[in-house]
C-alpha cells in the first residue's frame, strides 16, 4: 500500500497537482477495489497494481490543468477512467461517466458508495441512445476514433461545450477524418513520468 502510495505521490509531484489527503486517500482506495474487483470481473487488462497507479490513474490526472468548470461527461469510461479520478480530484466538478458494459457500470456504481463520490453520476448505455442534459466537457480515453466520438457524442454537448480526447502518439490521420462542424482548437503533449510513447490530449468544439 505504501509503495502504492509512494508512486502516486511522486508522479503528482512531478505533474505539479497539489491533491489533499483526502483526495490522495480516495485516490489509493478507488485503485485498492480496482485492483480488487479487476480480479473476478476483468475491468480492465492492466493487471499489475503498480502499473494500474501510472497507466490509469497518474494518466487520468494528467489531464487536470485543461479540465474546466461545470458539467463533465466521460464516454466510453469502463471502470470509470478518467471520470472516477477526476470527480475524485474535482469535487467541485458534476462528473457523469457512461459505458456500455453492465459490469463496468456496476464496479462504478460502487465506488461511488463506497468513496461517497456526491459529484459522480453513472449510467449504463450506448452513448449513441442516451439523452442527459448538455454537458460543457466530453472526455474520452481508449474510446473511438476522434471522428467517431464526436459523431457519437455529439449530440450531448453543450452549443459551446468542447471534447477532450486523450490519445497517445499524435493522431494525424484522425484528424484528417474530423466531421464537418467541429474543429481542433488545442493540442497537448502530456508529459507523464514512468510511461514508454507519447501522450497527447487533443481540444475539439464545434465551429
Ligand atoms: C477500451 S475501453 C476504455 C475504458 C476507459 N476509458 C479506459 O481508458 O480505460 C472502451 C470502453 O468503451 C465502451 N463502449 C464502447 N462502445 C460504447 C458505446 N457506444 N457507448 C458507451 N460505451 C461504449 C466499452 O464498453 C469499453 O468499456
Redesign the pocket.
Known sequence: MDRYRHTLEQALKQLKLDLNETQVERLLAYHQLLVKWNKAYNL?AVRDPQEMISR?LVDSLSILPWIGSGRLL??????G??GIPLAICRPDLDVTT????GK?TRFQQQVRIELGLDNLTVIN????QVEAAPFDMIV?????SISDMLT?SGHLAAPSGVFLAMKGLYPEAELEQIPAGFSLQDVHRLNLPDTDGERHLLILGRI
Open positions: 480492465t490509469h466521460d464516454v466510453g469510461s469502463g471502470p477512467l478518467p457512461l459505458d456500455s458494459n463496468k448505455g450506448r452513448v449513441e474520452s480515453r481508449a474510446f473511438a457519437l
